[in-house]
């Protein structure tokens, strides 16, 4: 089983890779498109800005290769800045255009609350999934943050937290999954959330499906 973490020169790569690395994870780290051809699922961390992280993913020529990846069906978990640039358009410093795998944008957290929201916060989630398995839901996370996920197709919004907005703090569908808020900084549930994640890959790299029971 090969996980690739993809290096576009995000400041979180290193605990990210930690993070994996402590629960056992088979994991490679590359800023290159190949490995992405022949791994069992990818993770896409980052913190920063969307403008920066979708001009690295082009000149490195790692955004063919991360469509290519999700149509094939891997699992793929984007985290943080992973997550936003899943969306279509980031109004982040101008209007940028993402990945436009989900429907949608990426909204700054509105006026008169502290921003970036940094710190613990809830996430309740509308409906069971196998990320989350075993993790009580309400359970604190980790988030550093100043922008939000808007979905247009809310089916796509698994998870919710509150911050003077309620917004998705985790999206999943099929084998796509992406999260605001930073597991690798989340203590033991966040590990747990990691732990499921390559589980996911395992069942997905023996033809099981991914929605096991939970």
Same mark, same amino acid.
């Given at each position: 089983?090969?996980?690739?973490?993809?290096?576009?020169?995000?400041?979180?790569?290193?605990? &990210?890779?930690?993070?994996?690395?402590?629960?056992?994870?088979?994991?490679?780290?590359?800023?290159?498109?190949?490995?992405?051809?022949?791994?069992?699922?990818?993770? &896409?961390? !980052?913190?920063?800005?969307?403008?920066?992280?979708?001009?690295?993913?082009?000149?490195? !020529?790692?955004?063919?290769?991360?469509?290519?990846?999700?149509?094939?069906?891997?699992?793929?978990? !984007?985290?943080? =800045?992973?997550?936003?640039?899943?969306?279509?358009?980031?109004?982040?410093?101008?209007?940028?255009?993402?990945?436009?795998?989900?429907?949608?944008?990426? +909204?700054?957290?509105?006026?008169?609350?502290?921003?970036?929201?940094?710190?613990?916060?809830?996430? @309740?989630?509308?409906?069971?999934?196998?990320?989350?398995?075993?993790?009580?839901?309400?359970?604190?996370?980790?988030?550093?943050?100043?922008?939000?996920?808007?979905?247009?197709?809310?089916? @796509?919004?698994?998870?919710?937290?509150?911050?003077?907005?309620?917004?998705?703090?985790? #999206?999943?569908?099929?084998?796509?999954?992406?999260?605001?808020?930073?597991?690798?900084?989340?203590?033991?549930?966040?590990? +747990? =959330?990691?732990?499921?994640?390559?589980?996911?890959?395992? +069942?997905? +790299?023996? !033809? #099981?499906?991914?929605?096991?029971?939970?």
């Amino acid at each position: 089983m090969v996980i690739v973490v993809v290096d576009y020169g995000a400041g979180n790569l290193a605990s &990210v890779v930690n993070a994996l690395e402590r629960i056992g994870a088979p994991v490679i780290v590359s800023r290159h498109p190949a490995p992405l051809e022949r791994a069992d699922g990818v993770i &896409v961390p !980052g913190v920063g800005a969307a403008a920066d992280t979708m001009r690295h993913l082009e000149e490195l !020529g790692l955004v063919p290769a991360l469509r290519a990846a999700i149509e094939r069906g891997i699992p793929f978990l !984007g985290i943080c =800045m992973g997550l936003q640039v899943l969306l279509e358009v980031s109004y982040e410093g101008g209007e940028h255009r993402c990945l436009g795998i989900v429907p949608g944008v990426v +909204r700054r957290l509105p006026e008169g609350i502290t921003v970036p929201h940094m710190g613990w916060n809830e996430v @309740w989630l509308r409906s069971s999934h196998p990320l989350f398995a075993g993790i009580p839901d309400g359970t604190d996370f980790y988030f550093v943050h100043s922008f939000y996920a808007e979905p247009s197709d809310s089916s @796509w919004i698994l998870g919710e937290t509150d911050y003077g907005v309620r917004f998705a703090s985790v #999206l999943a569908r099929d084998n796509v999954m992406a999260t605001q808020f930073h597991p690798e900084k989340s203590g033991f549930w966040g590990l +747990r =959330m990691l732990a499921n994640f390559v589980d996911l890959v395992e +069942r997905t +790299r023996g !033809g #099981l499906p991914l929605e096991a029971p939970v």
